[in-house]
């Protein structure tokens, strides 16, 4: 019988509870993915730091889907901005 590692099973869950647990962004600010000013300089160093994050996010692709489904319109998710998601959408890059 095949053993499912407890890992296996938190990132194959549909439940952001669950997978959420793995999130790189888990325990740090939320306005870095927040930064509701783009245009600062504070609010481009918070969005780097955020897009720098997510990049090492072993979830990060359930993290878009889930910005995808809920129609986010803001916040860093799956290491994108709201325009990048945008684009990524009229594209079908999902
Ligand atoms: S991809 Fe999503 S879950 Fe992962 S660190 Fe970024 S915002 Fe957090």
Redesign the pocket.
Known sequence: MESVTHFEQVIASDDPKVW?TL????GKPAEW?FADKYNTQQGKEFTAM?KR??R?????N???QLADEGGEAF?????LTPKERGFKRMTKQF
């Open positions: 959420g999130a790189s962004c888990k993915w955020a994050i997510c090492t996010c072993l979830v990060a359930k993290c878009l916040g860093i998710w799956g290491g």
